[in-house]
């Protein structure tokens, strides 16, 4: 597992939202995941980069769960299947650690909300391709007939 200590938001209007992780801003690996809209707004809202006039879905979680006796540890990143992320959330209840299933989106907002690490299994990093491989791969497109 890769710890990650870096999280950017990207919006396109081609590509879509994406929720780019990074272990550190200078490393060439990185792991990209596809969002909706509303799930892009929770992470850029526990970003900073947004202030919602109403509460998030999962700001209602948090706030049940700050009247309980919860304590969340790190969420990671562990599997991808049939192009479908899987994530689990780790926390202490009554003395006892517990693990819950979800989706990586909500995992990466409730992290970065409760401060805890977030881990991604070091086989679903990419590595981000040269300005060279791009032009590379734009040229082998301009010549593939559909």
């Given at each position: 597992?890769?710890t990650i200590?870096e999280?950017?938001?990207?919006?396109?209007?081609s590509?879509g939202?994406?929720v780019?992780?990074?272990?550190?801003?200078?490393?060439?690996?990185?792991f990209?995941?596809?969002?909706?809209?509303?799930?892009?707004?929770?992470?850029?809202?526990?970003?900073?980069?947004v202030?919602?006039?109403?509460?998030?879905?999962?700001?209602?979680?948090?706030?049940?769960?700050?009247?309980?006796?919860?304590?969340f540890?790190?969420?990671?990143?562990?599997d991808?299947?049939?192009?479908?992320?899987f994530?689990?959330?780790?926390?202490?209840?009554?003395?006892?650690?517990?693990?819950?299933d979800?989706?990586?989106?909500?995992?990466?907002?409730l992290?970065?909300?409760?401060?805890?690490?977030?881990?991604?299994?070091?086989k679903?990093?990419r590595?981000?391709?040269?300005a060279?491989?791009?032009?590379?791969?734009e040229?082998?497109?301009?010549?593939?007939?559909?």
């Amino acid at each position: 597992m890769v710890t990650i200590s870096e999280v950017y938001l990207k919006s396109d209007r081609s590509s879509g939202n994406m929720v780019v992780l990074k272990e550190t801003e200078e490393d060439h690996h990185h792991f990209v995941m596809f969002v909706g809209d509303s799930e892009f707004a929770a992470i850029a809202k526990e970003k900073g980069l947004v202030e919602p006039k109403r509460p998030l879905t999962h700001d209602l979680y948090l706030q049940i769960s700050d009247n309980l006796p919860v304590e969340f540890l790190r969420i990671e990143i562990y599997d991808m299947k049939e192009n479908t992320y899987f994530a689990n959330v780790f926390f202490r209840a009554n003395g006892q650690e517990h693990t819950v299933d979800c989706r990586p989106s909500d995992a990466v907002a409730l992290a970065l909300n409760r401060k805890i690490p977030i881990l991604v299994n070091k086989k679903l990093f990419r590595r981000e391709l040269t300005a060279e491989e791009i032009k590379e791969y734009e040229e082998i497109c301009k010549t593939v007939k559909f």
